[in-house]
T-cell receptor, first 111, second 111 residues
Framework: SQQGEEDPQALSIQEGENATMNCSYK?????LQWYRQNSGRGLVHLIL?????REKHSGRLRVTLDTSKKSSSLLITASRAADTASYFC???????????FGGGTRLMVKP | EADIYQTPRYLVIGTGKKITLECSQT?????MYWYQQDPGMELHLIHY???????EKGDLSSESTVSRIRTEHFPLTLESARPSHTSQYLC??????????FGQGTRLTVV
């Protein structure tokens, strides 16, 4: 069973708008990570947030983590057409579990 | 740039053939993973390894097998390919609790 689930499954916005994606998970974690995947390619790591952190920034990306609700959000500010991709959250469990992924959010940014 | 490589990039084979998908990384990572992903869908963990001589089955039942004789090499083998094995296979590696690096994937079609 998948550890993480993303919401929404698909998101379409105009260039310049902000995009927010949410991720929920089920069990305790060491950290939560967000990845990006362009069509037909491998995944690229975007940002990692540890279980004792609540917010992290990287360029136009902002990630929050609420361990009490077992949820995380990824905000992309001032989106660009080049941000069009699928975004996945992944959790690294604290029982030596392997990295498990959610279903992803497919983001389309219209120029 | 991630130093993890998958070959072949694309493969079309007939039903019943034996195939091996190659994955190599030069980062010295202990953890390695194989994921199966249908186009536009979620990633399913099919095999993982904690290190040399360690292999485990993932969440998704798979008829494939893996081996980990060397740290840098984690090949996946299908003894008898079937059309239901048609999918994209993604290999990844990571340090103990850090970001995962993905290969470009092997797109397998079984006819």
């Amino acid at each position: 069973s998948q550890q993480g689930e993303e919401d929404p499954q698909a998101l379409s916005i105009q260039e310049g708008e902000n995009a927010t994606m949410n991720c929920s998970y089920k069990t305790s974690i060491n950290n939560l990570q967000w990845y990006r995947q362009n069509s037909g390619r491998g995944l690229v790591h975007l940002i990692l947030i540890r279980s004792n952190e609540r917010e992290k920034h990287s360029g136009r990306l902002r990630v929050t983590l609420d361990t009490s609700k077992k949820s995380s959000s990824l905000l992309i500010t001032a989106s660009r057409a080049a941000d069009t991709a699928s975004y996945f959250c992944a959790t690294d469990g604290n029982a030596g579990n392997m990295l498990t992924f959610g279903g992803g959010t497919r983001l389309m940014v219209k120029p | 740039e991630a130093d993890i490589y998958q070959t072949p990039r694309y493969l079309v084979i007939g039903t019943g053939k034996k195939i091996t998908l190659e994955c190599s990384q030069t980062m010295g990572h202990d953890k390695m993973y194989w994921y199966q992903q249908d186009p536009g869908m979620e990633l399913h963990l099919i095999h993982y390894s904690y290190g040399v001589n360690s292999t485990e089955k993932g969440d998704l039942s798979s008829e494939s097998t893996v081996s980990r004789i060397r740290t840098e090499h984690f090949p996946l083998t299908l003894e008898s390919a079937r059309p239901s094995h048609t999918s994209q296979y993604l290999c990844a590696s990571s340090e103990q609790a850090g970001e995962a690096f993905f290969g470009q994937g092997t797109r397998l079609t079984v006819v």
